[in-house]
C-alpha cells in the first residue's frame, strides 16, 4: 500500500505542488494529468527517490524510511545506442538482478524479437520506447509493485498500447500498481485520476 502525505514540491524558488495527499492500494492505478508545468514529472520522481519533498512524506506499508520496491520509466528512454535491443534488456537485466534467461520474454512481451539483434540507434522512436518498457516485463507481473510511468505510449502504434495494456493488467492482476503520467489515453482499467 502507497500513502502519499500532505506533499509539497518546490523547484528553483517555485512550489508545483503543496498539500498532496493520496493513496493507492494493491492492483490499483493512478492517472497523473494537468497541463504543461502542472509537475506530473515531478511528482513522478519525488515517488521514485529522486527529489525529495519540501512537505510531506511518502508512505510504503506505513513506513516512511524503508525502500519502496518500484521501477521507473521517465521521458528519455535510457538506452546504450551500440547495444542491440537484446542486449540492452541483458544490461537491464543485470542491473534489476533478473536471471538473463528472461530477455526473451521480455522482447517478445513488446513483439520485438524480429528486432532483437539491431543497435538501438537503429531503432525507430516509437521501436526505442518500446524497448525501454519491455524492461517491465523482465519482472514476473507484480513482482516488483509499483510502475513510475512518465507519458509510457509517447510514439506507440496502437498494437503496442495494446501489447503494454496486457502487461498493466498482468500486472495489476498480481497486485502491482501503476502510477502513469500521461496527456493521452492510457490502456488502465478503472484507473483514478490526479488533476494537477
Ligand atoms: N530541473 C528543474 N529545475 C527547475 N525547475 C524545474 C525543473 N524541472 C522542472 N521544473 C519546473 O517544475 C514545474 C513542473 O514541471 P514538470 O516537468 O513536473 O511538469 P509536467 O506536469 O510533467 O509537464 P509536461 O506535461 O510538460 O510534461 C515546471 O514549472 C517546470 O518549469
Known sequence: MLHAENLACLRGERVVFAGLSFALAPGEALLLTGANGAGKSTLLRLLAGL?????????????????????YLGHADALK?????????????RLAGVPAVRVAAALAAMDLTPLALLPARALSSGQKRRLALARLALDGPGAVPLWLLDEPTTGLDAASVERLGALFAAHRAAGGM????THLPLPLDAARELRL
Open 81 to 93: 545506442p551500440a547495444f542491440t535491443a537484446a542486449e540492452n534488456l541483458g544490461f537491464a537485466a
Open 178 to 181: 501503476v502510477i502513469a503520467a
Open 51 to 71: 527529489l525529495r519533498p519540501a512537505e510531506g512524506r511518502v508512505l510504503w506499508n506505513g513506513a516512511a524510511d524503508g525502500d519502496v520496491p518500484l521501477r
